[in-house]
């Protein structure tokens, strides 16, 4: 994992390999040219580094434009689209599917949920 506790994916592969490895994954679908995008990722990072937990629960981000495959897959069409997986399945936080735009409190509260699921699913193995 790069340092700044976000999984760059740059195919569908990849993204598909890290939901093998990790239980709840947030998933940032971005691209380089969009304003909105820029202005919420020094957020999304920051949420990454407060709640990601290996093998439990990550955070990565997906150029668009470099995986157009895990893009078209998602059905993603707006930028930036947050969208949230557990075992590999897209699920609903905080009864929201996905969060189109740059919206940092639905964020933060999705996050907040989902770092809370990884904290009782890490007590619990370790119970």
């Given amino acids: 994992m790069s340092s700044d506790a976000l999984h760059h994916i740059s195919s569908l592969a990849e993204l598909q390999s890290l939901f ?7 998933v940032d679908f971005y691209a380089d040219w969009c304003g909105p995008c820029k202005a919420i990722a020094p957020h999304y990072a920051a949420l990454a580094k407060q709640h990601s937990a290996a093998g439990v ?5 997906v150029d668009v434009d470099r995986a157009q495959d895990a893009a078209g897959a998602y059905g993603v069409t707006a930028m930036p689209t947050f969208m949230f997986f557990k075992d ?3 699920v609903a936080v905080n009864g929201q599917p996905a969060i189109r735009g740059a919206d940092p409190k639905s964020l933060a509260a999705a996050a907040e949920k989902l770092g809370g699921l990884a904290k009782k699913k890490m007590a619990a193995a370790t119970s």
């Fill in 88 to 90: 590999g399945r897209q």
């Fill in 57 to 61: 629960l990550a955070f990565a981000k």
């Fill in 20 to 26: 093998a490895s990790t239980t709840y994954v947030a």
